[in-house]
């Protein structure tokens, strides 16, 4: 019997890690950092095409991101529960060492959703409005956040000897004697350790699926014009439908419930719900205008939205074409005045002209 031969394969970086100077500029962060960059932009472009003046997604970011951040720490720590309780305050420490990986996404979501929610209230958005207009930026998020995943060489699947097998290097925990976090393992020869075989890329996998969670929700939306957080809830049931079957591929310790690890129960249910919400919840694409009394916006439809643009011009024109009646009158009063001055004075030297007259011949 021979072995497989791997005629190819995905290499993984050894460093996930690079100082400038006494500052480490880590590859995970800088992934989730350009992910929300994406998101932003995305957003705005869609948020600005339904009425809101230009970035305004950052008044929601302000608020969303350091919430999902928070959030899917928490829920990574808490469905990680052997890597950060029982440990003292080293399980302390190692759970706010977010540098070192480990964000769920579901707390994301939960976590960013409720900083919307904040900002929303604040600058009188409506929610659903916010939620829709970010169902294709987030997927794309993600997906770039995946990478982080790949720097950090984690998270992959099983053995296998596909062409896209991913080789995965044995990263450093920080022990003594050994490289930095973020650093491979060396061998006798300095170079890279790497773990035998090759594996499933699940980062890979999740992250072409996000993007083919985006684009179909921007090709749907832009079809059926989905309102009231329907097109939010048409991405979530996309992305738990790849979620589910590409987190059981994956190999990382995880907390098993009915022989099904516990994320992949959370994405059937989050998928249920999800697809509940789609079905029942009816109503058309939201767009926004200033609101009429006090600060906010308001809520309207496309129609709506429409009139309101072509009405607005119309208005300037008319308070221009008031303006330049007003000037004309202007113009004409000061004209009228300067002509019966002419005329009184005219008048006056006629006067004065027969009375010395009068007085030449007396």
């Given at each position: 019997?021979?072995?497989?031969?791997?005629?190819a394969?995905?290499?993984?970086?050894?460093?996930?890690?690079?100082?400038?100077?006494?500052?480490?500029?880590?590859?995970?962060?800088?992934?989730?950092?350009?992910?929300?960059?994406?998101?932003c932009?995305?957003?705005?472009?869609?948020?600005?095409?339904?009425?809101t003046?230009?970035?305004?997604?950052?008044?929601?970011?302000?608020?969303?991101?350091?919430?999902?951040?928070?959030?899917?720490?928490?829920?990574?720590?808490?469905?990680?529960?052997?890597?950060y309780?029982?440990?003292?305050?080293?399980?302390?420490?190692?759970?706010?060492?977010?540098?070192?990986?480990?964000?769920?996404?579901?707390?994301?979501?939960?976590?960013?959703?409720?900083?919307?929610?904040?900002?929303?209230?604040?600058?009188?958005?409506?929610?659903?409005?916010?939620?829709?207009?970010?169902?294709?930026?987030?997927?794309?998020?993600?997906?770039?956040?995946?990478?982080?995943?790949?720097?950090?060489?984690?998270?992959?699947?099983?053995?296998?000897d596909?062409?896209?097998?991913?080789k995965?290097?044995?990263?450093?925990?920080?022990?003594?004697?050994?490289?930095?976090?973020?650093?491979?393992?060396?061998g006798?020869?300095?170079?890279p350790?790497?773990?035998?075989?090759?594996?499933?890329?699940?980062?890979?996998?999740?992250?072409?699926?996000?993007?083919?969670?985006?684009?179909?929700?921007?090709?749907l939306?832009?079809?059926?014009?989905?309102?009231?957080?329907?097109?939010?809830?048409?991405?979530?049931?996309?992305y738990?439908?790849?979620?589910?079957?590409?987190?059981?591929?994956?190999?990382?310790?995880?907390?098993?419930?009915?022989?099904?690890?516990?994320?992949?129960?959370?994405?059937?249910?989050?998928f249920?719900?999800?697809l509940?919400?789609?079905?029942?919840?009816?109503?058309?694409?939201?767009?926004?205008?200033?609101?009429?009394?006090?600060?906010?916006?308001?809520?309207?439809?496309?129609?709506?939205?429409v009139?309101?643009?072509?009405?607005?011009?119309?208005?300037?024109?008319?308070?221009?074409?008031?303006?330049?009646?007003?000037?004309?009158?202007?113009?004409?009063?000061?004209?009228?005045?300067?002509?019966?001055?002419?005329?009184?004075?005219?008048?006056?030297?006629?006067?004065?002209?027969?009375?010395?007259?009068?007085?030449?011949?007396?």
């Amino acid at each position: 019997m021979f072995a497989p031969v791997i005629l190819a394969s995905i290499p993984s970086p050894s460093t996930a890690v690079w100082y400038l100077g006494p500052i480490p500029l880590r590859a995970y962060a800088l992934c989730i950092i350009a992910g929300i960059i994406v998101a932003c932009i995305v957003t705005d472009r869609r948020m600005r095409s339904r009425g809101t003046p230009p970035w305004t997604v950052l008044d929601i970011a302000m608020w969303a991101v350091p919430f999902g951040i928070v959030g899917a720490r928490i829920y990574h720590v808490i469905t990680s529960p052997d890597n950060y309780f029982g440990h003292g305050w080293d399980g302390v420490v190692n759970a706010l060492k977010i540098w070192e990986g480990g964000l769920g996404i579901w707390g994301g979501v939960a976590g960013g959703a409720l900083g919307a929610w904040i900002a929303c209230k604040q600058i009188g958005l409506s929610f659903s409005f916010v939620a829709d207009c970010i169902a294709v930026g987030l997927p794309l998020s993600q997906a770039i956040g995946r990478l982080g995943n790949w720097f950090n060489n984690e998270l992959h699947g099983g053995p296998t000897d596909l062409p896209w097998g991913l080789k995965v290097h044995q990263m450093s925990t920080g022990a003594p004697g050994d490289p930095p976090v973020g650093q491979a393992l060396a061998g006798p020869d300095g170079k890279p350790l790497l773990l035998e075989g090759a594996y499933h890329p699940t980062f890979l996998y999740e992250l072409l699926w996000n993007l083919g969670v985006a684009g179909l929700v921007y090709w749907l939306d832009k079809k059926y014009k989905f309102g009231k957080g329907r097109a939010f809830a048409l991405y979530v049931m996309a992305y738990t439908a790849g979620r589910a079957w590409i987190e059981a591929m994956r190999t990382d310790e995880a907390e098993i419930i009915g022989g099904l690890r516990l994320n992949v129960w959370v994405s059937i249910i989050v998928f249920l719900g999800a697809l509940a919400y789609f079905v029942l919840r009816k109503g058309p694409q939201e767009f926004v205008i200033p609101a009429t009394e006090g600060k906010g916006w308001q809520t309207v439809t496309e129609e709506e939205f429409v009139a309101h643009k072509a009405a607005a011009p119309a208005e300037s024109g008319t308070a221009t074409d008031s303006e330049t009646d007003s000037e004309t009158d202007s113009a004409t009063d000061s004209a009228t005045d300067a002509a019966t001055d002419t005329d009184e004075t005219g008048q006056a030297k006629d006067e004065k002209v027969e009375h010395d007259a009068a007085a030449s011949k007396d």
